[in-house]
């Protein structure tokens, strides 16, 4: 093991172990250092049942902007262990290329909390998708569920002007 690799495996502990500011500190200087590891050890740390370890690794990897986050992030999102905060997930993913998660970024706006439909919606009106007519079919299906249960879209009333904008924003136009 060289000198980098015994820095990168000190401050992993050293970010595991940390309070809220030393844990980002911490996370800056492994951002900095880079490469597999450090962006693996991140992804990792996404199934963290500390949500401090889960929130500075989502903040760490918007700043890495490594592609294999995405999947982890949307499922700590759909899937959060604490739906009360997940936020900081979803706001990583705005740095990230969705493009090819057109459903999920749905899903997050109907089904996630309040502030998880902010970073979606970001995500909807400033990313380019790829879709299909059925997927726009079933974007519509759950629209129309969350309209007849709203219990299953956490904040409708206070969401549903913002999500019926994104739902037309692609209803209105044919897919790919």
Same mark, same amino acid.
């Given at each position: 093991?060289?000198?980098?690799?015994?820095? %990168?495996? &000190?401050?992993?502990?050293?970010?595991?172990?940390?309070?809220?500011?030393?844990l980002l500190k911490t996370s800056d200087k492994l951002v900095d250092?880079?490469?597999?590891a450090v962006s693996l050890f991140f992804i990792e740390c996404l199934d963290s %049942?500390? &949500?401090?370890?889960?929130?500075g690794a989502a903040l760490a990897l918007r700043d890495i902007g490594d592609k294999r986050a995405v999947d982890p992030l949307i499922e700590g999102v759909l899937n959060p262990v604490d739906p009360k905060c997940c936020a900081t997930l979803a706001y990583a993913l705005e740095t990230h290329d969705c493009s090819?998660?057109?459903?999920d970024v749905f899903r997050i706006l109907f089904y996630s909390n309040y502030e998880c439909k902010w970073s979606a919606h970001n995500i909807l009106n400033e990313q380019k998708f790829s879709?299909?007519?059925?997927d726009l079919l079933k974007v519509k299906r759950m629209w129309e569920e969350c309209?007849?249960?709203?219990?299953?879209?956490?904040?409708?009333e206070d969401s549903k002007d913002r999500?019926?904008?994104?739902v037309d924003s692609f209803l209105l136009y044919p897919s790919d």
């Open positions: 093991m060289d000198a980098v690799d015994t820095e %990168v495996e &000190a401050l992993k502990d050293q970010f595991l172990c940390s309070d809220w500011d030393s250092i880079g490469g597999d %049942v500390n &949500a401090d370890v889960r929130n090819s998660k057109f459903l879709f299909t007519d059925e309209h007849l249960a709203p219990e299953l879209c956490p904040a409708f999500i019926q904008h994104n």
